[in-house]
């Protein structure tokens, strides 16, 4: 049975934008969780359940980074078998609080109940009741509203990591793609002290990685790392065999 990543211990992912069974269960076969990406990638709900049958098939957790924090949206991932959800734009713990109530099963929360595939269409409905009755959940920090609100959404007790969307809080912060600006250093140290101090996973995001930028982030503190993704991986590969 695949278990969602302890807060606090360290586990690798990475990222999946190409509608692709083959190509999920090629990195599922490398990383202890793929995030299936239904706001940037090309891929759609009927996709979905067919990429976390694939992901979950190698022993890799399956989670879906929604289009926005939408629960009806995040509710469709876990019945398609997905484990959790990324949440892009978190703009408040209020915010927060009351998605994780509407996608938590009752009596913690008020999801819906029914028979899907992720619980084998009823076959195992009380084995995923006891083992998803509360779903792994990562709000994202990518604005100057997520970064004040980060330490209130960390107090909830219901995010099990923050993740830094890189990109879109460089933005934020006024220097597009500047991960070693001032800025963006301070964002760090600050999501890193909010995560320690409440036991949750700090995590990013490393869109183009090395080995140097995996060890550096590592060494900074970070628990929750999404590697890459396969369409940055592709095109990696294809520049390295097409050099001269």
């Given amino acids: ?27 599922a076969c490398q990383f202890d969780w793929i995030v299936i990406d239904l706001e940037h990638g090309a891929i759609d709900r009927r996709d979905l359940t067919d990429l976390a049958r694939s992901v979950e098939s190698r022993g890799s957790m399956p989670l879906a980074r929604v289009m926005e924090a939408n629960p009806s949206l995040v509710r469709q991932a876990l019945d398609a078998g997905c484990y959790g959800a990324v949440l892009p734009h978190v703009e408040s713990a209020s915010e927060f609080t ?14 819906s109940i029914g028979f899907f595939r992720a619980n084998g269409f009823g076959r195992e ?10 779903p792994y959940l990562v709000p994202m920090i990518e604005s100057l509203g997520g970064l004040s609100a980060m ?27 500047a991960f070693d600006s001032p800025g963006f250093t301070e964002a760090e140290e600050r999501l890193l002290r909010v995560c320690n101090k409440h036991a949750i996973s700090a995590g990013i995001h490393i869109v ?20 890459g993704m396969d369409s940055v991986f592709l095109r990696q590969g294809a520049e390295a065999a097409g050099t001269q």
């Fill in 1 to 27: 049975m695949i278990k969602p990543p302890h807060r606090g211990i360290f586990s690798l992912g990475s990222w999946l934008q190409i509608p692709s069974p083959d190509v999920a269960e090629i990195l």
């Fill in 98 to 111: 009351a998605l994780a109530s509407q996608v938590t099963w009752p009596p913690e929360g008020t999801r």
């Fill in 125 to 134: 409905f009380h084995q995923y009741a006891e083992r998803l009755k509360r």
């Fill in 151 to 177: 330490e209130d959404i960390a107090m909830s007790g219901l995010a099990d990591a923050l993740l830094i969307g890189p990109y879109d809080l460089s933005a934020a912060l006024g220097e597009v793609g």
């Fill in 208 to 227: 183009e990685p090395t080995p140097e930028s995996l060890r550096r982030r590592i060494d900074q503190g970070y628990k929750l790392i999404a590697s």
